[in-house]
């Protein structure tokens, strides 16, 4: 009795029956029949053979050896057998797709929100995702902290060393330099502009030295080292964007006030 | 009883759609085969052979089966085309129609019980 127990789930959805409807709840869950909606589980939700579920699931651990037409997101693991066929994207800290399954979708694998068990992927990770930062958008991610910048800093040549290093890929070469590329000049220009500006207005304006003080900052740290010429470059390309940002934000404030003047003008 | 008991867990491994304990269903449950209910289901259940809802079952919705045994609570109407058992424990808010019913010791049962059924 209780290896046929054991052998199946606490819950089990027969192969003539059909849930229409959402699933909640805790256990583990077989579908060997069809789910028309999604199902939040906490445990372990296996879809069998002659399952289908048309709708997402959560669970700990899934296994789909039939179909799904939903998202999968589990806090253990994915698991897509060797018949499963799954329509949606699947996110998990395991995933397992066996030789013969279907599978459309994004696949999202490694775990992201669950902080303790992640300690030793951090740096690895924070640094991919400066490095990615960097290279899509500086001027929005780069200003808030200053030790990103610093791991920006070591993972920027690398980056740089890794180009030459793709010359077999000759026709991705001139594609990857585009992108960072046009910022460099830019921002090595500007920022010169803003290093020699700054002291001129260091003499001349209180007000603007107060304000210019945080960049001032963070530029006086990293061009100390004068022996690096170019870190400083890559510093200054991270640190010259909130320059640009902080213009505009002292900018906008002012175009409500024009606008409510020119509302006052035409109510006038 | 130990005959009885016995009868009822071989029902339980053998039913062909369980919901299990702590399992909500907020929706319709269809099933052609037999059913076992330990949970809560929100809404209709229909089955073309039995239904058994066992003593922590809750369906808040109508019955439809077969045979329909209950232990727990339903607050809806029962219709089975063979019979309906009210079993100690359970608590029916709703009509019964059926040709058959037997109602437990224990069992309370709020409603209209129709039994001219062919």
Known sequence: MSEERSARMSS????????????????????????QGAIYLDGRVLVT?????????????????GRVQGDLIASDSVMVGA????????????????????VRGILRAGDEEEAP????????????????????????????????????????PSVDAAHPADKTRE??????????RPPL???ATQASAVSHAAPAREQSDDANQIRLRPPKKTLGQDSTPAKRPAPPAEAVEAISPPAKKKTRKRGAPTMPTFVKGTKGHKRG | MLACGALIERQILLADTVIG????????LKCEGSLRVDGRVQGRIDSA??????????????????????????????????????????RLTGNVRSPRLTIADGASFRGQVDMDVQ
């Open chain 2, 49 to 90: 052979a039995s239904v058994e809802l066992g003593p922590d079952a809750s369906v808040s919705s109508d019955v439809n089966g077969q045979r329909v045994s209950v232990a727990g609570s339903v607050a809806g109407n029962i219709e089975a085309k063979d019979r309906v058992d009210l079993l100690a424990g359970a």
């Open chain 1, 117 to 156: 068990s992640t300690e030793r992927r951090e740096p690895t990770r924070t640094a991919a995702a400066v490095e990615r930062s960097a290279e899509r958008a500086p001027p929005e991610r780069a200003p808030p902290e200053r030790a990103p910048l610093e791991r920006a800093q070591e993972v920027r």
């Open chain 1, 12 to 35: 089990v959805v027969g192969e003539a029956g059909t849930v229409l409807g959402n699933v909640n709840g805790s256990g583990d869950l077989e579908v060997r029949g069809r789910v």
């Open chain 1, 185 to 187: 000049p830019t921002d």
């Open chain 1, 83 to 102: 018949f499963g066929r799954v329509e949606g994207n699947l996110s998990a800290p395991r995933i397992g797709i066996e030789a013969g399954a279907r």
């Open chain 1, 49 to 65: 053979e002659s399952g289908v579920v048309q709708g997402g699931i959560e669970a700990t651990h899934i296994t789909v050896q």
């Open chain 2, 21 to 28: 304990p702590g399992l909500v269903i907020d929706g319709n």
């Open chain 1, 171 to 180: 026709k991705r070469r001139p594609r990857r330099p585009k992108k960072p």
